[in-house]
């Protein structure tokens, strides 16, 4: 059975390389990887840190890219990827424009996709901005819908999706059986050198597209007004390679002696940090997921979530993206040890570390119905 796994930005790529992994383990499995590039170094950590090595590589990021350049480039390459791998199955993971654009690609060649992290929704277009569209779009085209939780399989009932929905958890916790150690020495310096027991460390990312401009701001001032309050707190902030982040991040926050403005992280040393730090606050999808497994809480700088299960388990707070919202709830966690405590609990609603297994399993299966 022929497989090609399509994936191009960070996330995607730490929650679709445990799933590779374990397709290369089946021989009944011919499985290629076909690398979108719509990111370049932030996915080349990725590939480095789970050892795999990619078998096409469309290679289309341009600085600065729009929507609509990623999404035209991607359908030009993957037409020629998609004649020459000929697969049986496509495989896209999540909400990116590189899902979208792989699944349609595919649906063009009458290819099967199968949409791993599935029937995740806000129930708002244009928040989470293009995911939340991107995500219904993929659901729209994909022939198997890998839900990570059973709310996320009853989103795509509601659609009238009628078959083929498997609940499976997310590959994410699968990722950590690989990245996470109890002896792990951080490979970035400052993370090695950082104070885990004096210092309170808040690791900080932020980079979504509707949260630029005005939101990020917001977000940094806010940062800043934690730091000049609670002086034993250290903030860890790699921040993303986009421009437009980081012309807003570097210009409010840097030359602070209490925060950290660090380089994309590897993965490992990514998780690893999550693991020893006192809290998060965050605008991103997989951080949402993550943290709560290592009882950390969770700040979210959104507006809403398409991860609602975190949330009521109680790890996970959404604080929208004004500057005093931010700075509040965030103060409340660092002056309350008790409300801090409340929140920090390890609750984990997306899985035993076993989805990639099951989605290989359904996969073989699906051939062997075919027969
Ligand atoms: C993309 C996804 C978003 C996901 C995020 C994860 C879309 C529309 N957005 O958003 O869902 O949450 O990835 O990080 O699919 N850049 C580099 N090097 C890199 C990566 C990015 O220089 O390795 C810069 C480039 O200038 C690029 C810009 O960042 O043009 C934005 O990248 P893009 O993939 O368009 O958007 P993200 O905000 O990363
Ligand atoms: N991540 C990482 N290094 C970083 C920042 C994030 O490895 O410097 C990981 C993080 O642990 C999570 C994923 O990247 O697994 C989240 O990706 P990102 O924030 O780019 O996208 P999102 O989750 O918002 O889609």
Redesign the pocket.
Same mark, same amino acid.
């Given at each position: 059975m022929r497989v090609l796994a399509v994936f191009g930005?960070?996330?995607e790529a730490?929650?679709m390389c445990p799933l590779v992994l374990e397709m290369k383990k089946h021989k009944e499995i011919d499985c290629k990887v076909c690398l979108t590039g719509q990111h370049r170094e932030?996915l080349r950590? $990725?590939m480095e840190a789970f050892r795999i090595q990619e078998d096409y590589n469309l290679d289309i990021m341009q600085e600065r890219q729009t929507l609509t350049t990623i999404t035209i480039s991607i359908l030009e390459k993957m037409n020629i990827v998609l004649l020459e791998a000929k697969p049986d199955i496509v495989l896209v993971h999540?909400d990116?424009t590189t899902s979208f654009a792989a699944a349609l690609a595919a649906f063009y060649q009458q290819i099967s996709v199968g949409h791993v992290e599935a029937g995740l929704r806000t129930g708002n277009i244009y928040s989470p901005f293009p995911?939340e569209m991107n995500r219904l779009l993929t659901g729209r085209i994909a022939t198997y819908h890998f839900a990570p939780t059973k709310r996320n399989g009853e989103n795509l009932v509601k659609e009238n999706v009628k078959k083929n929905i498997f609940i499976t958890g997310n590959t $994410?916790i699968d990722?950590f059986k690989i990245t996470v150690k109890n002896d792990y020495k951080f490979s970035n310096p400052v993370l090695q050198e950082l104070d885990y027991a004096k210092n309170r460390v808040i690791l900080v990312?932020a980079?979504?597209r509707e949260n630029l401009g005005e939101p990020l701001e917001q977000i940094c001032r806010a940062l800043k007004r934690l730091t000049k309050r609670y002086p034993d707190i250290k903030i860890v902030y790699?921040v993303?390679l986009n421009p437009t982040v980081r012309e807003t991040v570097y210009r409010i926050l840097h030359n602070n002696s209490q925060v950290e403005l660090?380089e994309?992280?590897?993965?490992l040393?990514?998780?690893n940090l999550?693991a020893r730090s006192f809290m998060v606050m965050?605008?991103?999808?997989?951080?949402q997921e993550?943290a709560p497994s290592f009882g950390k809480p969770v700040l979210v700088m959104r507006t809403e979530t398409e991860r609602p299960e975190a949330v009521e388990a109680g790890t996970v707070k959404i604080t929208g993206v004004k500057e005093e919202d931010i700075f509040n709830v965030a103060s409340g966690l660092l002056s309350n040890l008790e409300k801090y405590s409340q929140m920090a609990k390890a609750v984990n609603p997306y899985g035993d570390g076993h989805a990639s297994e099951k989605i290989v399993k359904i996969i073989l299966k699906s051939k062997a119905n075919k027969k």
């Amino acid at each position: 059975m022929r497989v090609l796994a399509v994936f191009g930005t960070r996330p995607e790529a730490i929650k679709m390389c445990p799933l590779v992994l374990e397709m290369k383990k089946h021989k009944e499995i011919d499985c290629k990887v076909c690398l979108t590039g719509q990111h370049r170094e932030m996915l080349r950590q $990725v590939m480095e840190a789970f050892r795999i090595q990619e078998d096409y590589n469309l290679d289309i990021m341009q600085e600065r890219q729009t929507l609509t350049t990623i999404t035209i480039s991607i359908l030009e390459k993957m037409n020629i990827v998609l004649l020459e791998a000929k697969p049986d199955i496509v495989l896209v993971h999540g909400d990116t424009t590189t899902s979208f654009a792989a699944a349609l690609a595919a649906f063009y060649q009458q290819i099967s996709v199968g949409h791993v992290e599935a029937g995740l929704r806000t129930g708002n277009i244009y928040s989470p901005f293009p995911e939340e569209m991107n995500r219904l779009l993929t659901g729209r085209i994909a022939t198997y819908h890998f839900a990570p939780t059973k709310r996320n399989g009853e989103n795509l009932v509601k659609e009238n999706v009628k078959k083929n929905i498997f609940i499976t958890g997310n590959t $994410v916790i699968d990722a950590f059986k690989i990245t996470v150690k109890n002896d792990y020495k951080f490979s970035n310096p400052v993370l090695q050198e950082l104070d885990y027991a004096k210092n309170r460390v808040i690791l900080v990312t932020a980079h979504r597209r509707e949260n630029l401009g005005e939101p990020l701001e917001q977000i940094c001032r806010a940062l800043k007004r934690l730091t000049k309050r609670y002086p034993d707190i250290k903030i860890v902030y790699p921040v993303h390679l986009n421009p437009t982040v980081r012309e807003t991040v570097y210009r409010i926050l840097h030359n602070n002696s209490q925060v950290e403005l660090l380089e994309p992280l590897d993965v490992l040393d990514m998780h690893n940090l999550i693991a020893r730090s006192f809290m998060v606050m965050t605008d991103s999808g997989g951080l949402q997921e993550e943290a709560p497994s290592f009882g950390k809480p969770v700040l979210v700088m959104r507006t809403e979530t398409e991860r609602p299960e975190a949330v009521e388990a109680g790890t996970v707070k959404i604080t929208g993206v004004k500057e005093e919202d931010i700075f509040n709830v965030a103060s409340g966690l660092l002056s309350n040890l008790e409300k801090y405590s409340q929140m920090a609990k390890a609750v984990n609603p997306y899985g035993d570390g076993h989805a990639s297994e099951k989605i290989v399993k359904i996969i073989l299966k699906s051939k062997a119905n075919k027969k």
